[in-house]
């Protein structure tokens, strides 16, 4: 798949089949994520892969609209490390950059996928902090559930050239 294609094309994935994952694929896929760009290349980035159900029943618990993760294979929490970030709150952009990075590897290898926020939700970032054992230096973002997908989404037309602006407003 081109690239400009897998970013049109790349959908939210919630219902997966209970197809493996192998674990060369899911490396893959985490490491496209650590070559996210990010500020003064500082890499403030830490991802916990998730294959346990036990977790995965915990994670519903806290965060409200995980229920696809009953069918997930894997989730990748990525999260921000603020004794790294080039400057107070960079983590989130950042984090966000290898977010991206992850879904988008994860659509080329054929692997479904759908961004779970945490960050900026408080209430969801202390059960995460909670629940895994994070220092207070390390920040939940996102967590990606992933698995071979059970559905299939067309491609709507999102382009709105009405949004499009040259050289000023």
């Given amino acids: 798949m081109e690239l400009y294609e897998g970013i049109i094309t790349r959908r939210s994935i919630r219902r997966f089949r209970s197809e493996a994952i192998g674990q060369e ?5 985490v490491r496209a994520g650590m070559y996210a760009p990010s500020a003064v290349n500082c890499q403030p980035w830490h991802f916990i ?4 159900t ?3 029943e915990k994670i519903m618990e806290i965060h409200p609209y995980s229920g696809m993760l009953r069918e997930a294979q894997y989730a990748i929490m990525v999260c921000g490390d603020q004794n790294l970030e080039h400057a107070p709150g960079y983590w989130s952009v950042d984090c966000g950059a290898a977010t991206q ?3 988008l590897a994860a659509h080329s290898k054929g692997i479904g996928s759908v961004w779970l926020g ?3 939700r408080e209430e969801r970032k202390e059960g ?5 054992g994070l220092p207070a230096h ?3 973002f996102s967590l990606i559930a992933l698995g071979y997908p059970n559905e ?8 709105k050239k009405e949004r499009m602006h040259y050289n000023q407003w």
Avoid at 152 to 159: I, S, T
């Fill in 118 to 120: 945490l960050h900026p």
């Fill in 128 to 132: 995460m902090k909670e629940l895994f």
């Fill in 101 to 103: 990075n992850i879904l």
């Fill in 152 to 159: 299939e989404k067309a491609v709507p037309e999102r382009f």
């Fill in 25 to 29: 694929v899911i490396e893959d896929i």
């Fill in 54 to 56: 036990a977790l995965f």
């Fill in 138 to 140: 390390i920040q939940p």
């Fill in 49 to 52: 892969v998730v294959d346990d």
